[in-house]
T-cell receptor, first 115, second 114 residues
């Protein structure tokens, strides 16, 4: 079974609107972390936000917030006030603390921001 | 956050040759990781490299094809051996850093094999 699932291969959003990118995960490890990365066409992986499995509050970093629903095993990324520069691939990833510090990635979502 | 550099940033190689990719970090880190991203795909872990020990390879990756060195806590190399067009990918190194064990990535090496 896939450990990280991103069901939206591509999404459009109007500039200045908010958008939610979906991510569900599967683990039996009680201690884990969830990450979101942005990958522009240059290929670099830009760290956006992190959520630990024991964190009580949803993580926020500027225009990025993570809607963490532990019981549903989902960790959706919310981008507020979209900008043209937000157009990129977005990857959700998980680190299971009992499986070393490696990351397992989802298939990614390509976000396109329309002017 | 750690500053990570990779060399080369891109290369075009002939099949049957080998390429060594370097990853340099501006601070000492325990664990370094090498990932591969094939065209249009997500990232897949190749191996974990700890200083002073053999790299640990993931299923589907072998040392003869992807030898890794980790001579110190700030540097690692990945060699792609006997290349074929299927090895055309972006190769990224990453390190654990930060209060929450965030993983940061280098800028990647874009490899094309003809």
């Amino acid at each position: 079974a896939q450990k990280i699932t991103q069901t939206q291969p591509g999404m459009f959003v109007q500039e200045k609107e908010a958008v939610t990118l979906d991510c569900t995960y599967d683990t039996s490890d009680p201690s884990y972390g969830l990450f979101w990365y942005k990958q522009p066409s240059s290929g670099e992986m830009i760290f956006l936000i992190y959520q630990g499995s024991y964190d009580q509050q949803n993580a926020t970093e500027g225009r990025y917030s993570l809607n963490f629903q532990k019981a549903r095993k989902s960790a959706n990324l919310v981008i507020s006030a979209s900008q043209l520069g937000d157009s990129a691939m977005y990857f959700c990833a998980m680190r299971e603390d009992n499986a070393g510090n490696m990351l397992t990635f989802g298939g990614g979502t390509r976000l396109m921001v329309k002017p | 956050s750690a500053v990570i550099s990779q060399k080369p940033s891109r290369d075009i190689c002939q099949r049957g040759t080998s390429l060594t990719i370097q990853c340099q970090v501006d601070s000492q880190v325990t664990m370094m990781f090498w990932y591969r991203q094939q065209p249009g795909q997500s990232l897949t872990l190749i191996a974990t490299a700890n200083q002073g020990s053999e790299a640990t390879y993931e299923s589907g990756f072998v040392i003869d094809k992807f030898p890794i060195s980790r001579p110190n806590l700030t540097f690692s190399t990945l060699t792609v051996s006997n290349m074929s067009p299927e090895d055309s990918s972006i190769y990224l190194c990453s390190v654990d850093q930060g209060a929450m064990d965030e993983q940061f990535f280098g800028p990647g090496t874009r490899l094309t094999v003809l």
